[in-house]
């Protein structure tokens, strides 16, 4: 059985695969904006950025486990939580544009939480808003692999509800603070998810476009 | 249900009508790209003027009418298109 603290360094770790693959994905996108000025992959990468920024945050923050000198402030915690919950904001505003497009009502679902979660801890709200971007992320994907038959969506779908069960065990992690294996667990679900995320990417950076400064 | 054309789509649309339809290889004309373009005369007089100063289309003058055909960086635009769309189109969005 792993200690706590190796627990720690591997939570670590993979916080930092988290940064590189969000940074990668962010980075595609921000080439698909360059060439096309599109907004959506404006929004796709705009989340990623943020995302992959959230998880440096909390994996520097992770870093203070593990060496004792290290001491982060709770609010250095918020900030990395805040700055994910950001991530699947611009994840899910990306498919509410999207909807709004189409002539179709999905921006009201998108205000539902703003309303009823006031009075909840900081933390919590954050955990629990980051479960339903991605929750909505996910319905929305799984709308458009409807309507595309497109089997990279459904991994993409698959993805994202990884990272959505990833965000909910990160809430549960939090009302039991003394199971360490719950946010160890909460960090490999998500990279889980990530990883799948990745997948596009990779098939994108197979194909070597070499295709800057066209538009 | 019908759906908006985002601008980069209307141009991804003019451009591959231009490639596709040069069958002879002498250009497309005005008529045929506003059948596939589905858009007003004003609308692609404009937009074509924009292509050809972009250098993503030729005008190739005639005597009469003048015809289009799309370029290198043309092409390029497009797979670049198709790649994007196709990375947008994974995480269900729309380019």
Redesign the interface.
């Known amino acids: 059985m792993a200690q706590p603290a190796n627990l720690e360094v591997i939570g670590d770790v993979l916080q930092f695969i988290g940064v590189f693959v969000s940074f990668s994905i962010a980075y ?2 921000y ?2 904006v360059r ?7 404006t929004r ?1 990468a705009t989340a990623f950025v943020f995302l992959g920024l959230g998880f440096a945050v909390e994996g520097v923050v992770g870093l203070g486990q593990v060496i004792p000198s290290l001491t982060f402030s709770t609010m250095v915690v918020v900030a990395g939580l805040l700055l994910e919950t950001m991530g699947y904001f611009f994840l899910a505003f ?2 509410a544009i ?1 909807v709004m ?3 179709k009502m999905g921006v009201a679902l998108l205000m539902f939480p703003v309303i009823s979660l006031t009075g909840a801890q900081l933390v919590d709200v954050l955990s629990i808003l980051s479960f339903y971007f991605v929750l909505y ?1 996910v319905v ?6 409807v309507r ?1 038959r ?1 089997p ?2 459904l ?3 698959l993805g994202l509800a990884m990272i959505g069960i990833g965000t909910f065990i990160q809430w549960l992690s939090l009302l039991y603070l003394n199971v360490d294996v719950l946010s160890l667990l909460q960090i490999i679900t998500k990279e889980i998810g990530l990883l799948i ?1 990745f ?3 990779l098939r ?1 950076t197979v ?1 070597g ?1 070499k ?1 800057d400064g ?2 | ?1 019908a ?2 054309r ?3 789509r209307i141009i991804a649309d003019v451009l591959s009508t231009a490639r596709d339809m040069n069958i002879e290889g002498n250009g497309v004309g005005v008529t045929m790209l506003l059948r596939k373009g589905n858009m007003s005369y004003s609308r692609m007089s404009k937009l074509l003027s924009e292509l050809v100063g ?1 250098g993503l289309i030729l005008e190739l003058s005639g005597d009469k009418i003048s015809k289009y055909m799309i370029s290198d ?1 043309g092409i ?2 497009l ?3 198709y ?2 769309e ?10």
């Open positions: 595609v996108a080439r698909g060439q096309t000025q599109s907004s959506s992959l796709l990306s498919h999207d497009i189409s002539k992320g929305e994907t799984v709308y458009s692999y595309t497109k990279d969506t991994l993409i779908a995320l997948t596009p990417v994108f194909g476009a295709l066209i538009v | 249900m759906s908006y985002t601008q980069v972009s960086k390029q635009f797979e670049a298109y790649q994007f196709d990375f947008a189109q994974s995480f269900g969005l729309r380019l």
